[in-house]
């Protein structure tokens, strides 16, 4: 596996992110939404770089299957368990691609009525992108390839490892 984004640069960058978003947020009621599965790792680590009382959720959402395109048809797998009607919202996702998973997941969001929605990402794909979306918090914009690690799967494995990585052909 080749290293794309180590261990340390990743530590820094959601250290940023939270100091960011801890600025950005003062006086607000915060809900933190983590897209499962991908986004627990970066959402576990954001969230305590977040210093402000806040609640969590989670939605699971699937375009991807075993594969390594999306599908473009998103399925919700698991909805959330709070209300989030005149709450300030933050999406997390592990990484905005084509942008079809997170304009489905907005628009069902912005449907709920929320005081806000904005979105931050662990990875951004700008190159890939099928649809116009609005992301607020970036860590890292990659290039077009297909990556694990860091809460990113590849059929359910790699998620564990501590950094972001793309599978060489040869594994």
Do not use: H
Request: net charge neutral.
């Amino acid at each position: 596996m080749k290293v794309l984004i180590d261990e340390e640069r990743i530590i820094n960058r959601v250290k940023e992110l939270g100091i960011q978003i801890t600025s950005d947020y003062k006086s607000k009621d915060l809900i933190v939404i983590g897209i499962l599965k991908g986004a627990v790792l970066f959402m576990a680590d954001l969230i305590k770089k977040i210093d402000l009382p806040l609640s969590i959720d989670f939605m699971a959402v699937s375009s991807y299957g075993k594969s390594t395109q999306s599908s473009g048809i998103v399925r919700i797998q698991k909805d959330l368990d709070e209300e989030i009607e005149g709450k300030d919202v933050l999406i997390v996702e592990d990484i905005v691609d084509t942008g079809l998973t997170l304009k489905f997941l907005a628009d069902n969001i912005l449907s709920r009525n929320p005081k806000s929605l904005k979105v931050c990402c662990l990875l951004d794909k700008p190159s890939r992108r099928k649809v116009v979306v609005k992301v607020d918090y970036i860590g890292f914009d990659i290039p077009d390839e297909f990556v694990v690690g860091y809460g990113l799967d590849y059929a359910q494995k790699y998620r564990n490892k501590p950094f972001i990585g793309v599978i060489v052909k040869e594994e």
